[in-house]
């Protein structure tokens, strides 16, 4: 069973940066693509940044030049930095990956951008 846990979330200011991470289980994480994205009240969920078992990465362009994802095999975590932050990304983060025909989310982590 796929399991992924994500954490780093919580209130950050505007302008203000902030690490999320997600340790992902019961797969081969190491091959691999694994990906961020959120989903603010209201609104659909996004795709954020993801990354492939060569570390090939893609960015949504909201996000592109202020966020920054990596993975560690090692530790079979994933994290986002992300800089400059604005209230509208205020929304509850997910790790995802999409493994043997079936798309795998944690459970999220909240970010509140807000002063």
């Known amino acids: 069973q796929v399991q992924l846990q994500e954490s780093g979330g919580g209130l950050v200011q505007p302008g203000g940066s902030l690490r999320v991470s997600c340790e992902v289980r019961g797969m081969n994480f190491r091959y691999n693509t694994v990906g961020w994205y959120r989903q603010a009240p209201g609104k659909e969920r996004e795709s954020v940044a993801n990354?492939?078992?060569?570390?090939?990465?893609t960015y949504s362009e909201s996000v592109k030049d202020r966020f920054a994802i990596s993975r560690d095999n090692v530790y079979r975590t994933l994290s986002l930095q992300m800089n400059n932050l604005t209230p509208e990304e205020t929304a509850v983060y997910y790790c995802?990956?999409?493994?043997?025909?079936?798309?795998?989310w944690g459970r999220g982590t909240q970010v509140t951008v807000s002063s």
């Open positions: 995802g990956t999409y493994y043997r025909g079936v798309q795998f």
């Open positions: 990354i492939t078992s060569s570390g090939a990465t």
